[in-house]
C-alpha cells in the first residue's frame, strides 16, 4: 500500500513525516534545516522504498524569509538535502539518479532536477507564478502546475511540460535472451527493471559536442562503461543484448565508471573531444556539423501549455 502525506512543523521543532508499514502507520522525526524556523513539508514522492524525496519550505521567523527544505529516505533514516534554491510546493521521483522539484524564487516558477548527486535549476519558461504539483510519466515527460500572475488580469492557472527524447537499451523484442517484465525498459537488471538511456542536456551536434548522456535504473556499485559505435545493432553481450554495432567507424569503449549507490551514469559533454582524443592514427574522426548515430535526436525542451 502508498499514501502520502502533509506534515507540519512547528516553531523550534522539526517535521515529522509517516509511512504506512503493516497497514499501520508509524511515524519518524525528519532533521529540521533551521531549528528556529518554521518547516512545512509539502508533498513526497517515491520511485523505490529506499528512494523517497519530501520537499516544502522552512521560514525564518527573524526575517519573514522563506527558503526551501528537501529530505531525503534512504530505507534507513531521513536526511537533510541541499537544494536549487526557492520555496518548494511538489516533488517527482523518477529513478535514484533522478527527480524533480518545483516551487517558486523571486516571483519566478522553478524547477529543479536531481542528477544523482546534487539539485540544479533546470531552464523553464521565465514567467511569474508558483508551481504546486509536478509528476513524471516517464524520464523524458514530465509535467508540472500551478499558477501565474498576469499584469492587470491576476492568477491564473499554470501548466509547464517537460519532453525529452528517450533512448532505451535493447527491447526484449530484439531478439535472443532478454527476459524483462517492463516492456517498456531494456534487459532486466538484478533490480528487477531495465536500465534506461536518456539525454538530458545538449546537442547532436558534433562541432558543439555538448550533449550529455544519462544512464538510470542500474544495478548500484557496479562498474560499467558507454560504447559509441557507428551502426546499431543486436547480439548477445553478457547476460544482456548489445545494441551498438561498429559500422565503418568501429566502436569506442568510454573508462569504466560505477553506477555509485544511486544506479545511475553520466557521460559528457565532451563525448567528441575524448574519442578524437583516443583515436588511432589513420582512423576517421565524426565529420563536423553531423549528428551521432544512434543517440537521441530530439532536444530536452520544457514548455508552457495551456492556460
Not at 583516443?278 to 501549455?305: K, L, Q
Request: hydrophobic share 35%; with cysteine; net charge positive.
Amino acid at each position: 500500500m502508498a499514501a502520502r502525506s502533509k506534515a507540519r512543523g512547528s516553531k523550534g521543532r522539526p517535521s515529522q513525516s509517516r509511512y504506512i508499514s503493516c497497514c499501520s502507520w508509524s511515524g519518524s522525526v525528519v532533521p529540521a534545516r533551521d531549528p528556529l524556523s518554521s518547516n512545512i513539508l509539502r508533498a513526497v514522492s517515491a520511485s523505490g522504498p529506499l528512494d523517497v524525496w519530501a520537499v516544502g519550505t522552512s521560514k525564518n521567523p527573524f526575517t519573514s524569509m522563506t527558503g526551501g527544505l528537501i529530505e531525503h529516505w534512504d530505507g534507513n533514516a531521513w536526511s537533510l538535502v541541499n537544494g536549487a534554491g526557492g520555496a518548494l510546493y511538489g516533488v517527482a521521483a523518477v529513478s535514484p539518479g533522478d527527480a524533480w522539484q518545483v516551487g517558486d524564487h523571486a516571483g519566478l516558477a522553478l524547477i529543479g532536477r536531481w542528477n544523482g548527486s546534487t539539485w540544479e535549476v533546470s531552464p523553464s519558461p521565465s514567467l511569474a507564478g508558483r508551481l504546486f504539483a509536478a509528476t513524471a510519466i516517464t524520464a523524458g515527460d514530465v509535467w508540472a502546475v500551478g499558477q501565474r500572475h498576469v499584469s492587470g488580469v491576476g492568477l491564473r492557472t499554470l501548466s509547464e511540460h517537460f519532453v525529452c527524447s528517450v533512448e532505451l537499451y535493447c527491447f526484449c523484442g530484439a531478439g535472443g535472451g532478454c527476459p524483462n517484465p517492463d516492456p517498456g525498459a531494456g534487459c532486466a537488471n538484478s533490480t528487477g527493471s531495465g536500465a534506461s538511456l536518456f539525454h538530458p542536456s545538449g546537442s547532436t551536434s558534433v562541432a558543439l559536442d555538448d550533449l550529455v548522456l544519462g544512464a538510470a535504473e542500474l544495478p548500484p556499485n557496479q562498474l560499467g562503461i558507454f560504447l559509441m559505435g557507428g551502426a546499431q545493432a543486436s547480439l548477445p553481450f553478457s547476460d544482456g543484448r548489445l545494441c551498438v554495432g561498429a559500422g565503418s567507424a568501429g566502436v569506442f569503449r568510454y573508462p569504466r565508471q560505477s553506477s555509485g549507490t544511486s544506479g545511475a551514469m553520466t557521460l559528457g559533454p565532451g563525448i567528441v573531444a575524448r574519442r578524437r582524443s583516443r583515436s588511432p592514427a589513420g582512423s576517421r574522426p565524426e565529420a563536423p556539423g553531423t549528428s551521432r548515430p544512434g543517440t537521441a535526436t530530439r532536444p530536452c525542451r520544457a514548455e508552457r501549455g495551456p492556460t
